[in-house]
């Protein structure tokens, strides 16, 4: 399934939920930054810690299964309007460094853009 179809299923799966503004994204991002700080020691941890700032804004994040343990970049939509982007990948101390944030889908295509470009490199 391509990017494109994933949000068009997605549409057609999600509840008529309105998006955040500015300010939101905003908060949220910054409370994401300052809990994925520091390495986690599983996958499932880090999930966990994305899940439980969503959970502040009333945004219920559902667990992931089959995540890959040599790392990912995921996008997945959270309402009409915004998406959560996250990328983790494991760290040589046998940890994982995570990244996640609220965005548009504009700025879901530049994040996915950007680390292909660092792969292609």
């Given at each position: 399934?391509?990017f ?10 999600m509840?008529?939920m309105?998006?955040m ?9 910054l409370l ?8 986690v ?16 804004e ?8 089959g ?15 915004d ?9 040589d ?5 995570f ?6 889908e504009?700025?879901?295509i ?12």
């Amino acid at each position: 399934m391509n990017f494109k179809e994933f949000i068009t299923e997605s549409e057609e799966s999600m509840p008529n939920m309105p998006g955040m503004d500015s300010d939101t994204h905003q908060k949220l991002n910054l409370l994401l930054l300052v809990e994925l700080d520091k390495p986690v020691l599983t996958i499932e941890a880090g999930i966990s810690k994305i899940r439980k700032i969503l959970y502040l804004e009333g945004i219920a994040f559902e667990s992931l299964s089959g995540l890959d343990s040599e790392g990912d970049e995921i996008a997945t939509q959270i309402n009409d309007t915004d998406y959560l982007y996250i990328l983790y990948f494991p760290t040589d101390d046998g940890y994982y460094d995570f990244y996640a944030e609220v965005t548009d889908e504009q700025g879901i295509i530049d994040a996915m853009s950007e680390t292909e470009g660092e792969v292609n490199s």
